[in-house]
């Protein structure tokens, strides 16, 4: 998988799409189904009905032969909040992660030893490099809001001194 991964820095854009699982155009898709739908998005689990929509005339799933695929998802939790909840969707996530930013800041040495843990857990869970499950209605999500209470948690456990 490594190997796959270092052809990417050094090959045309087709080894490219290959070694991203062709993804490049399913994020391009969410990119323009955010770019249209800038405020609100398309809602959420809106991605597979809306994807024939906008997808490009060149991209590659909505081309494949004998029968095309329409991705679920963005395979990218960030995209997939951009396109399915809009700005406002992407600037609530982007105050959570302020917000848990700050807080960890202003904690003691021994209280960011025990939180960043779980923080590290979240950031990994959440933005993961290129692929992940359809965040919304899946069991990840769960699995992420357990680990997200938990790091928030921590961030609000007071030293006994």
């Not at 990417?8 to 490049?24: H, M």
């Not at 991209?59 to 396109?83: C, G, K, S, T, V």
Request: hydrophobic share 50%; net charge neutral; glycine share 8%.
């Amino acid at each position: 998988r490594f190997g796959q991964a270092i052809k990417a820095f050094t090959e045309d854009r087709s080894t490219l799409n290959a070694v991203l699982g062709e993804r490049p155009d399913i994020w391009g898709t969410a990119l323009t189904m955010f770019a249209a739908h800038p405020v609100n998005g398309i809602g959420p689990r809106g991605f597979r009905s809306a994807y024939p929509d906008y997808a490009s005339p060149d991209d590659y799933w909505m081309n494949l032969q004998p029968e095309r695929q329409i991705p679920a998802h963005p395979h990218q939790l960030a995209l997939e909040i951009l396109a399915e909840t809009g700005g406002i969707g992407g600037l609530g996530a982007l105050a959570a992660v302020v917000l848990l930013v700050r807080r960890y800041r202003q904690l003691s040495p021994a209280a960011r030893m025990r939180a960043g843990p779980w923080l590290i857990c979240l950031m990994i869970a959440t933005f993961p490099a290129n692929i992940h499950k359809a965040f919304y209605g899946h069991f990840v999500a769960t699995l992420v809001w357990w680990i997200a209470a938990a790091a928030i948690a921590s961030l609000f456990v007071h030293d006994s001194e």
